[in-house]
């Protein structure tokens, strides 16, 4: 029997729960490390965020060092093409702007 790995999508990385364990979170929140440290207390396949336009020192994507440091596959959607506390939309219509080593070594 193979695990079924599940797309979760939730508005605000603060939002995922237990039940987001072992699955790939879609979330609209911003890609900075507070957003990315609600991503990885829950031991997911990955995570997606929003770049929120990458912003002032960069962060909308600090996150994605961060959760490369604990081996998560990491990636943020480009917020003109994806909206921001939107899953769904960045789901549909996001294009990845910047992801982590680990998610590069998964050809993301």
């Known amino acids: 029997m193979t695990d079924t790995i599940r797309i979760i999508t939730v508005p605000s990385s603060a939002s995922a729960a237990a039940d987001c364990t072992g699955h790939v979170l879609i979330s609209g929140s911003y890609g900075g490390e507070y957003n990315a440290y609600h991503a990885a207390k829950w031991g997911l396949r990955g995570v997606v965020l929003n770049d929120a336009g990458v912003g002032y020192g960069n962060a909308g994507t600090k996150g994605l060092p961060y959760l490369d440091r604990i081996g998560m596959p990491a990636a943020t959607v480009d917020a ?20 982590n080593e680990a998610a590069g070594a998964l050809g993301i």
């Open 80 to 99: 003109f093409t994806g909206k921001i506390a939107d899953p769904d939309d960045m789901l549909e219509h996001g294009i990845v702007s910047h992801m």
